[in-house]
Nanobody, 117 residues
Framework: VQLVESGGGLVQPGGSLRLSCAASGFAFSSYRMSWYRQAPGKGRELVVAITSVGGTTNYADSVKGRFTISRDNAKKTVYLQMNSLKPEDTAVYYC???????????WGQGTQVTVSS
């Protein structure tokens, strides 16, 4: 089982990034996918989740209107489009897969996003 995030990096305030999380080794289309983030010295927080059939839920108030989650079940990939980035968006971003029927959870290794001028 693997979840591999990519697309992080350094971006100026107001800029955009698109994160990807490629899954392998499990039935991706049956899993709810989420993006979490952890800023230095803080706990990990939920950014947004998307159901197995593409319904979005649980956008954090701090990212509403700026971030968009999507998924491509054929490519076994979930995306996070991040626009109008702010310095407070700086964090390690993780993707997570959940399947409640089997109490199964997988985490990726994370990708660093730094928003700074």
């Amino acid at each position: 089982v693997q979840l591999v995030e990519s697309g992080g990096g350094l971006v100026q305030p107001g800029g955009s990034l698109r994160l990807s999380c490629a899954a392998s080794g499990f039935a991706f289309s049956s899993y709810r996918m989420s993006w979490y983030r952890q800023a230095p010295g803080k706990g990990r927080e939920l950014v947004v989740a998307i159901t197995s059939v593409g319904g979005t839920t649980n956008y954090a108030d701090s990212v509403k209107g700026r971030f968009t989650i999507s998924r491509d079940n054929a490519k076994k990939t979930v995306y996070l489009q991040m626009n109008s980035l702010k310095p407070e968006d700086t964090a390690v971003y993780y993707c997570r897969a959940d399947r409640s029927s089997t109490f199964t959870t997988y985490w990726g290794q994370g990708t660093q996003v730094t928003v700074s001028s």
